[in-house]
């Protein structure tokens, strides 16, 4: 099993440019979020996705849209992207009646 | 508000001896706990869990203790290895809510 994957690794962006982060398990887990993790932050959740079919907004969800597209996939799309949003992505997901999240090995983006 | 958080920043070990990482939560109504270790560049990866309806969780060279009346978690590493050294997070789940938050985290460096 692979676990939680994401790509890309790294992406630059220029300011308003858009972009879709993805992400795939294999584990066939109900539950996948989204995070964001700053320089000395913990991680903040952008959105989350319960099961399939179903998306939720997290703590902060401004400038980002999701797309829980089947049980495996969970995309993050940046339509318009801005310096702020200079961040490690990170993608999780978890079993059904249980609370503990497993991570993807992050992107890395950078919006100039 | 609301919070998770750590008393310490940075924490600097010997090799060899015992490390202690707290961890405060100011939600009475969280149920759930966890830590998780991140090393440089990759994603937060699980070690050890606990409910609150226990008080101490044993992992390998990993004890969790969770004392409620004074809302603290703490994780104790046996015997700290070089390859220790990362960042340590604890995250609550607050009672019915679907996710998890996390704290600001924990810098160990394993000191040979």
């Known amino acids: 099993n692979a676990g939680v994957t994401q790509t890309p690794k790294f992406q630059v962006l220029k300011t308003g440019q858009s972009m879709t982060l993805q992400c795939a398990q294999d584990m066939n887990h109900n539950s996948m979020y989204w995070y964001r993790q700053d320089p000395g932050m913990g991680l903040r959740l952008i959105y989350y996705?319960?099961?399939?079919?179903?998306?939720d907004k997290g703590e902060v969800p401004n400038g980002y849209n999701v797309s829980r597209l089947n049980k495996r996939e969970f995309s993050l799309r940046l339509e318009s992207a801005a310096p702020s949003q200079t961040s490690v992505y990170f993608c999780?997901?978890?079993?059904?009646?249980?609370?503990?999240?497993?991570f993807g090995p992050g992107t890395r983006l950078t919006v100039t | 508000g609301e919070s998770v958080g750590l008393h310490l920043p940075t924490l600097s070990v010997q090799e060899g001896d015992n490390s202690i990482i707290n961890c405060a939560y100011s939600?009475?109504?969280?149920?759930?706990f966890i830590w998780y270790k991140q090393e440089s560049g990759k994603g937060p990866q699980f070690i050890i869990d606990?409910?609150?309806?226990?008080d101490k969780r044993q992992g390998q060279r990993v004890t969790v203790l969770l004392n409620k009346t004074v809302k603290h978690l703490s994780l104790q590493i046996a015997a700290t290895q070089p390859g220790d050294s990362a960042v340590y997070f604890c995250?609550?789940?607050?009672?019915?809510?679907?996710?998890?938050?996390f704290g600001t985290g924990t810098r160990l460096t394993v000191i040979p």
């Open positions: 995250a609550e789940r607050k009672g019915g809510a679907n996710n998890l938050f």
């Open positions: 606990i409910r609150s309806n226990m």
């Open positions: 939600n009475s109504a969280s149920d759930y």
């Open positions: 996705s319960a099961s399939e079919g179903t998306t």
């Open positions: 999780a997901s978890t079993g059904q009646g249980g609370y503990e999240q497993y």
